[in-house]
């Protein structure tokens, strides 16, 4: 797969916004910048403040529209938030390393936390249908399940409220022995207890990290991320790592 | 237009790639021709490699950005190897930013930088806030300073720049230390020490406590600090601190400067510095100007009130 270079544009037409519950948007804008699946871009939806922009995940991308699948968490994202259709923003990107796919094969598990379901639609999309099954958490009423089951892929859930699926972490419900490659994203705890149960049973896991940034293209070192390399930048060397060689508990 | 001259060394123009912002010139090299700066400092170096500082880095306050990065870098004989000749190809003055532990790793530092074919400037880091040992505790006593300029001085083969920190007892008296010891320029100002607390964790936001505070909120002050320091001393001044357009840019020049470094604007907007570049050129044509120099340092003194 060819990455495409990244680009800096401003002036990028939201095309859509969606609500999916009290704090989940999904976001469309057009461009042709297109990404592959792990890759985020830079988004800026305001002039001054905050000062910087917000890394997001690419959700999903169409020759012309590029998705972000995000979770309001504090000043950038409630701006994120508030854009409307025919609204614009400032994108850099595609950035960074994103999943390995060709590395991906067997039985494949994908297990999310929370938002860090974001990149998997676009991944699942990649990837045979009867071959993956994906093992979403959520705290409480699920999000961006109903498309993966329209891929075909087996999805199975787990709330921490009971509200939907089982009851309880994802962790819970993630056999690793049931997979030969693991792709994993979400709460850092929750990806460490994955690494770990993947360590046992010899399963390759890719894990996508989330950070704070503020280049997002690898000058500024403030992302860097502890692993058995040394450190790495989030940013420009992940942000999909291999999951053995990110230090956890740094 | 711009041609700067900046310690016997020409710049296209006088807008410079601060250090650490900007890595080694490579990543920004897809969003825009980085030959169209005026000069790029390398990420701080320091002999040995350094990991830098554990814990979170980064924390944004209003209109600007605290870091912790600590001096990540490959250390000197790495950048000499693997980084120095791919930076050569880009066509921009190369001005090296060497850090220190102790004199002795400062000295060699100096030395291998300056002895570097392609090293135009060495920019003598005096003003990391985020290292213990070294970095601003250099830069904080202006006799402690002086000791580590005239020391890399005799080893400096091209031009010593010192850059300040705003974290110095007085920087004027800095700027007066560094240039009798023999630095060729001074640039300030570096990051100011700055805490963010973290009240749900009852913390500090950062594993170090403090951080280095950079940003539009910082520009007031390092302009500030730009014209006291160009109005005491002989050689050339360059203005950092929060410049994010032409016309900031043209208030360090008019306050003094005779060049500046733009760092955190850069990541708000990757193509920052073009933009003031074009700036400046528009700002000289509709002036009539053929030089910059006609509006630099053209505040006067301090006024007696």
């Known amino acids: 797969m060819t990455i495409p270079s990244p680009a800096y544009i401003e002036g990028v037409t939201v095309l859509s916004q969606e609500r999916l519950t009290d704090d989940v948007y999904r976001l469309s804008v057009e461009t042709t910048t297109g990404g592959a699946p792990g890759q985020f871009y830079m988004v800026r939806a305001w002039d001054r403040e905050p000062l910087l922009a917000r890394p997001i995940s690419i959700h999903s991308v169409a020759e012309d529209t590029v998705s972000f699948l995000y979770q309001v968490r504090g000043t950038g994202t409630e701006l994120l938030a508030r854009l409307e259709q025919g609204g614009t923003v400032a994108l850099t990107g595609p950035l960074g390393h994103g999943f390995r796919t060709e590395e991906l094969r067997g039985r494949i598990a994908i297990v999310t936390g929370g938002i860090g379901i974001a990149p998997m639609f676009c991944l699942a999309r990649t990837l045979p249908p009867g071959d993956v099954t994906v093992i979403a958490g959520f705290k409480s009423r699920p999000y961006a399940v109903a498309q993966l089951l329209d891929l075909g892929v087996d999805v199975r859930v787990a709330t921490e409220d009971g509200s939907d699926g089982t009851r309880g972490f994802c962790t819970a419900i993630f056999d690793p022995h049931a997979y030969d490659t693991v792709v994993t994203c979400g709460p850092t705890p929750m990806m460490a207890r994955v690494a770990q149960l993947c360590a046992e049973t010899g399963a390759p896991c890719q894990a996508s990290l989330e950070a704070h940034m503020a280049c997002g293209v690898g000058a500024c070192l403030v992302c860097s991320c502890p692993t058995v390399q040394g450190n790495q930048r989030v940013c420009a060397d992940g942000p999909v790592f291999d999951a053995a060689e990110v230090i956890w508990h740094a | ?305």
């Open chain 2, 1 to 305: 237009m711009l041609d700067t001259t900046l310690c016997g060394v020409t710049l296209k123009n006088p807008v410079i790639a601060a250090s650490g912002t900007f890595g080694f010139g490579a990543e920004y090299g897809g969003y825009f021709d980085v030959g169209k700066l005026g000069g790029i400092c390398t990420k701080g170096l320091t002999l040995r490699p350094r990991e830098g500082n554990p814990g979170l880095r980064v924390w944004e306050t209003p209109a600007g950005m605290m870091n912790s990065v600590g001096l990540q870098n490959p250390g000197i004989p790495t950048f000499l190897e693997r980084e120095l000749p791919r930076m050569r190809t880009l066509g921009t003055a190369i001005i090296a930013n060497v850090g220190g532990g102790d004199l002795e790793e400062y000295v060699e530092g100096v030395r291998l930088l300056s002895n570097a074919e392609g090293v135009d400037i060495v920019e003598l880091n005096i003003s990391c806030p985020n290292v213990h040992e070294g970095g601003m505790a250099f830069g904080v006593n202006s006799d402690v300073a002086a000791g580590v300029v005239t020391a890399v001085r005799c080893v400096c083969s091209k031009p010593l720049m010192v850059k300040l920190s705003p974290n110095a007892e007085n920087i004027t008296a800095m700027a007066i230390a560094c240039e009798q010891a023999g630095a060729d320029a001074v640039s300030l100002v570096n990051t100011f020490k700055a805490l963010a607390v973290d009240i749900n964790a009852r913390k500090a936001v950062f594993d170090n406590v403090t951080a280095g505070l950079s940003g539009p909120c910082i520009k007031p002050i390092a302009l500030r600090m730009v014209w006291e320091v160009a109005r005491a001393i002989h050689i050339p001044v360059v203005g950092i601190g929060g410049i994010a357009t032409w016309q900031d840019a043209l208030e360090f020049i008019m306050a003094g400067a005779t060049a500046v470094q733009v760092g955190t604007a850069t990541f708000v907007r990757p193509t920052a510095m073009l933009d003031i570049v074009g700036g400046l050129e528009r700002y000289c044509a509709n002036e009539h100007l053929t030089s910059l120099a006609t509006v630099r340092n053209i505040l006067g003194t301090v006024p007696k009130l």
